[in-house]
């Protein structure tokens, strides 16, 4: 049976220094009354690091806090989670809504990153390695790009210090220049890729909910298919909600009250074919 209410989320990077979520129970008024809850990739970092709590410590608290919170929680993986379930996408309204994490839409996942071209060269060997058609469909596309994701350690996001986190930040993603404009060209494409993607491999896809490149937002695209980035709860831009019921999809800005997350105003609604 379909929950009546289905809410979905993306990259809340818990134990990230960049998050604004420094402790989980942040996220329980986001989280009550809602029946079922989909974590859209990047939940956490669950790559091998240096430091700090274990992704495996880490792993234990995330799992316990949405398990105790909510009846029905679905993790799809995500670049920095790329093992926190086997799930990658996830498919309603009989394949009307199409909800995957977003850095497929990119050949090296994360284009703004100091290990694009690793990335690339590792996602173009794994696809190559994939039985028969494997790289056509999109479980197995899905399934090259976590076993890529796996195998690039963290960087910047285990750092504990605020002034070297900030000095590697910036290292990792926007210096030197080039990359901010990388990361300026991704947050352009992603729209019309993620419609390209739906297009190609979900046809009776109407919408495509991602998040990855945390530019929350939503794009009635030339094909029909409206892209909704769901953000993240990282600086600078922040986060929404989709909520999915019977019928109609509605979009909501996440508020900061207080030290805790809420559902705030609706900014779009969308009836389901």
């Not at 309603?92 to 703004?112: E, K, Q």
């Not at 939503?218 to 409206?226: E, H, L, P, Q």
Request: some cysteine.
């Amino acid at each position: 049976m379909v929950a009546p209410l289905t809410r979905i989320i993306s990259d809340v990077h818990f134990a990230d220094r960049g998050s604004r979520v420094r402790s989980l129970g942040q996220l329980r008024p986001l989280l009550e009354g809602i029946p079922s809850l989909v974590l859209n990739g990047d939940t956490l970092d669950t790559r091998p690091h240096r430091g700090g709590p274990s992704p495996g410590e880490l792993r234990r608290e995330v799992l316990d806090f949405f398990g105790s919170a909510c009846p029905d929680v679905t993790f799809l993986t995500g670049n920095h989670d790329p093992d926190i379930s086997g799930q990658h996408s996830l498919e309603f309204a009989s394949g009307g809504i199409l909800v995957t994490h977003g850095d497929i839409l990119f050949d090296n996942m994360v284009p703004w990153s100091k290990d694009a071209l690793l990335i690339r060269q590792r996602v173009i060997a794994a696809l190559a390695s994939l039985p028969e058609d494997g790289s056509c469909r999109l479980d197995g596309r899905l399934a090259a790009f976590r076993k890529v994701a796996a195998s690039i350690p963290q960087r910047h996001q285990n750092e504990r210090d605020p002034l070297l986190y900030a000095v590697r930040l910036a290292g990792d993603t926007v210096w030197p220049p080039h990359r901010f404009l990388s990361m300026l060209r991704a947050w352009r494409e992603a729209p019309r890729r993620a419609a390209a993607l739906a297009r190609r491999h979900r046809p009776k896809a109407r919408f495509i909910m991602i998040g990855h490149t945390h530019r929350p937002g939503i794009w009635r695209t030339a094909s029909g298919i409206v892209v909704v980035n769901t953000g993240s709860f990282c600086r600078p831009f922040g986060a929404m909600a989709a909520d999915l019921t019977h019928d109609r999809i509605r979009i909501r800005n996440v508020e900061l009250r207080r030290g805790e997350f809420h559902a705030g105003r609706k900014v779009a609604e969308f009836p389901i074919p």
